[in-house]
């Protein structure tokens, strides 16, 4: 483990956003990730001698609401988004089964609220996909977790899977890329963002020759060493690595930043992230199997 | 219960019942009773039991010296008293665009750190939580708040990944009651809401009320936070003002944007700052700047009467009047009936 992560994971297992915040199911789920079980292993199998990848799996656990749905943090009362990521980390490490299959469960039991296509907002309202929270929109980004953490456990033709496909590529810009929700805005293109697209791409690399994931990987190509955030460099060359893309320039930019005391600017999220993009390509566990 | 709770009982302590029992009894801190009540043009606003001043302040650019600005502003207002208090600053970053003014400007976040600091703060953190990129570090670098406040010694807190804490709301315009707050907004004393001065698609404009969606994490309730949006942007901004209550706004007008705001709007200067300590008669001045009326906001006519008071003939104008810097602002042709004319 790098010794960031040892020395910021909580004795309750999880660990925050930041060193001196408390236990979140993002940054757990990407720590729990980013911890090297075998070098040169890429859906690691977890090491029963490994305390803090179980600890880990322990909290995500707990986290978990009746329904099989996560909750963010312990102060949460209402399960989430994160359901996926914990559903994905868990699957990827082998780790707390029965929590698994409740999660599944409830991501293929929840979808986004039905909303009409209209004059502000175009976009095709027959396809949904999944909210960040509650009985509201399809988001694009939750979306792309979902469907990363069912396609991780195998689950590749599902009614909801093949919808999910449809919205994202629905909503993509066509010159290639992801915004959030729509590709158009009160009449005007919506600008892809770097994270966004990255992160769609990785749910959709099982897509490589459909027109519009391949208009991604260009555009990611193009953009995400422009970004100055470790996080969109960060996912882009998960994704970009995913798609057999050269992320040399990537990984020595992250590289460049991480500390050993400190990792990437004193940030779990982040520097988990950096951790697994300086893997990839030789370990990467969002590489669907 | 005591007469005047303070923002730490009230969003820390208080139960949701008796927040609901003593919402008569929460006055503004710098309210006086109304002395002289006139004729509204909107008589279906009551009239409140508080009045309130509002300082508009001329700055033609970002090169003046918009912390005297402050200083003079705050004084004309009869002062307000940071000493001892923690203080969030919660500016607008909710995008980045360098080609539109989006966000709230870096030299009006340095003039409200020495504002702070001059008025005696023991702590200024400054916190947002943006709407739409998650991805803060971008934000932070790509308008070189990052670099500004380094420079100032000023801590940053992204209120979308902080720890968080489920609150009883004031009032019910969501029909919910409870919503999840960060917690460095919850702890610290006084939250000063630093807007830039916009149109808006949703709401017509969005102020330092508006502003306050940015005190929600994000890591709850998504980015945008489409639970807001779900329940109604006006209700939503309605319940979090009232139950987050920021003690200070001063609205950056000195470019605001008009049209398709808050992102893809164009560049509208009108040359002014607007302040004072309560938040609902910052808005509505500014709203009456921009040549809109304050009256037909579904969220400032909610508000009204209990945060603050959007009645002309209840504020107390301090500097420029409003007619001296009136500049019209361009809407999307949904809210043409919040045009003066």
């Known amino acids: 483990m790098h010794p960031f992560l040892a020395r910021t994971q909580h004795a309750d297992g999880g660990w925050g956003y930041l060193p001196d915040t408390t236990s979140f199911a993002e940054p757990t789920c990407l720590a729990l990730l980013a911890v090297p079980v075998t070098p040169d292993s890429a859906p690691a199998p977890a090491s029963p001698d490994d305390a803090g990848l179980r600890k880990a799996a322990a909290w995500l656990a707990a986290a978990q609401l009746p329904d099989g749905s996560l909750r963010v943090c312990a102060e949460d009362d209402g399960g989430s988004w994160t359901t996926s990521l914990a559903l994905f980390a868990l699957t990827r490490r082998s780790l707390a089964p029965a929590c698994r299959d409740a999660a599944r469960d409830w991501l293929l039991a929840n979808q986004a609220a039905h909303v009409p296509s209209d004059a502000n907002h175009k976009f095709d309202e027959t396809v949904r996909g999944w909210a960040w929270y509650g009985n509201t929109f399809t988001w694009l980004e939750p979306t792309a977790y979902a469907l990363l953490a069912l396609k991780a456990g195998g689950l590749r033709r599902h009614t909801r899977i093949d919808e999910a496909h449809r919205a994202l590529l629905d909503r993509s810009i066509p010159s290639g890329g992801w915004n959030l929700m729509h590709n158009n805005s009160f009449g005007v293109s919506l600008e892809p963002l770097p994270r966004a697209t990255a992160i769609i791409l990785l749910a959709l690399q099982d897509l490589a020759e459909e027109p519009r994931v391949r208009k991604a990987v260009q555009y990611l190509r193009d953009a995400a060493p422009r970004s100055r955030s470790p996080v969109a460099r960060g996912w882009s060359a998960l994704a970009l690595s995913a798609f057999g893309e050269d992320v040399a320039p990537l990984r020595r930019s992250l590289a460049s930043e991480l500390r050993e005391k400190e990792g990437v600017g004193e940030n779990v999220y982040t520097t988990a992230l950096a951790l697994l993009a300086l893997d990839a390509p030789e370990r990467n566990p969002f590489l669907l199997p | ?341």
């Not at chain 2, 309730?221 to 209550?245: E, M, Q, V």
């Not at chain 2, 003690?247 to 164009?266: K, L, T």
């Open chain 2, 1 to 341: 219960m005591p007469e005047r709770w303070t923002r730490r009982q009230l969003l820390l302590g208080a139960s949701a019942a008796a927040i609901g029992a003593s919402a008569g009894k929460l006055l503004l801190e710098h309210a006086r009773p109304a002395t002289a009540p006139g004729p509204s043009p909107f008589p279906d606003l009551p009239l409140a039991r508080a009045r309130s001043p509002v300082f508009v302040g001329r700055a033609s650019s970002y090169g003046e010296d918009l912390s005297r600005v402050l200083h003079e502003g705050t004084t004309a207002l009869g002062g307000f008293d940071l000493r001892g208090k923690s203080v969030l600053l919660k500016p607008n970053f909710v995008e980045y665009d360098p080609s539109r003014p989006v966000n709230t400007s870096i030299p009006v976040v340095i003039a409200a750190i020495e504002w702070a600091r001059r008025l005696g703060a023991r702590e200024i953190v400054v916190g947002e939580g943006p709407g739409h990129r998650r991805d803060i570090d971008e934000i932070l670098d790509e308008t070189s708040l990052r670099d500004a406040l380094r420079e100032h010694r000023v801590r940053f807190v992204d209120l979308n990944h902080d720890e968080i804490a489920r609150v009883p709301l004031r009032t019910r315009f969501m029909g919910i009651d409870s919503l999840f707050f960060s917690k460095t907004v919850l702890r610290t004393d006084v939250v000063v809401s630093l807007p830039r001065m916009k149109t808006h698609h949703w709401t017509g404009v969005t102020l330092s009320l508006k502003n306050l969606f940015g005190t929600v994490p994000g890591v709850k309730y998504g980015w945008p936070k489409n639970f807001l949006h779900f329940h109604g942007i006006g209700r939503s901004i309605s319940d979090i003002a009232s139950t987050i209550r920021p003690g200070f706004a001063i609205v950056d007008g000195i470019v605001g944007m008009e049209g398709n705001g808050p992102i893809h709007g164009s560049a509208r200067p009108a040359g002014v700052l607007v302040l004072g300590p309560d938040p609902v008669a910052v808005d509505a001045t500014a709203t009456r700047v921009m040549d809109l009326l304050p009256e037909r906001i579904d969220y400032l006519r909610n508000l009204h009467g209990d945060l603050g008071v959007v009645r002309e003939d209840q504020i107390d104008q301090r500097g420029e009047t409003v007619a001296s810097v009136r500049t019209p602002f361009a809407v999307l042709d949904p809210f043409r009936h919040l045009r003066r004319s």
